[in-house]
């Protein structure tokens, strides 16, 4: 199972658009991680609505913290979820993989300066010109709504991946 889920990572990692320019920057500040299909996976997902695999990486921070099951996680932890289209292996129908890169959403521990929405920072880049989401900062509301009623666990959705 653990070189399964080592291969599906690493042939993720390969798709991840490269950034041309300068770093993106969220309508609230917060500028795009370059480096985070390089920090420690902390769980894959699908989220059937959106028909999306999803690979939840996280910075040293936030998965010493997982690991050590803090709550809530220390200032600093930044957790990076990247999305892409699920689609069906050609030669093999069974099998579901990565189509398109669809985004990448962060959530930043910051418990003072983001007080109003849990401790936590939200920035979302769409597509593969990685073209911040929303008008103005205020979508981190649409953001925080989706995570209220995970509160109990930190607003956090995601737990460490279990393997032996």
């Known amino acids: 199972m653990r070189k399964a889920i080592l291969a599906c990572v690493t042939l993720l ?3 991840i658009p490269v950034l ?8 609230n500040g917060i500028a795009l991680y370059p480096d985070y299909m ?6 894959p997902s699908y989220r059937e609505d959106k028909g999306h695999i999803r690979v939840i990486t996280g910075n040293e921070i936030a998965v010493a913290g ?38 990448v959403e962060f959530m930043v521990k910051d418990a003072k300066k983001y007080k109003e929405t849990g401790g ?23 953001c ?14 995601t737990r460490m991946a279990v393997t032996p």
Not at 20 to 27: E, F, K, N, S
Not at 74 to 81: I, N, Y
Not at 128 to 138: E, H, I, R, T, V
């Open 66 to 103: 997982l690991r050590a099951g803090v709550k809530p996680l220390p200032d600093g932890s930044v957790l990076a979820k990247v999305a892409w289209k699920a689609v069906k292996h050609p030669s093999f129908p069974v099998a579901t993989e990565s189509g398109e890169f669809v985004q």
């Open 120 to 142: 936590w920072g939200f920035a979302r880049f769409v597509g593969k010109d990685l073209k911040p989401y929303g008008k103005d900062a205020s979508f981190v509301n649409e």
């Open 38 to 43: 390089s920090w420690r996976v902390v769980a």
């Open 20 to 27: 041309a320019g300068p770093t993106p920057v969220a309508p």
């Open 13 to 15: 990692s390969m798709a």
């Open 144 to 157: 925080f709504g989706c995570h209220t009623p995970v509160a109990a666990n930190d607003y956090l959705f």
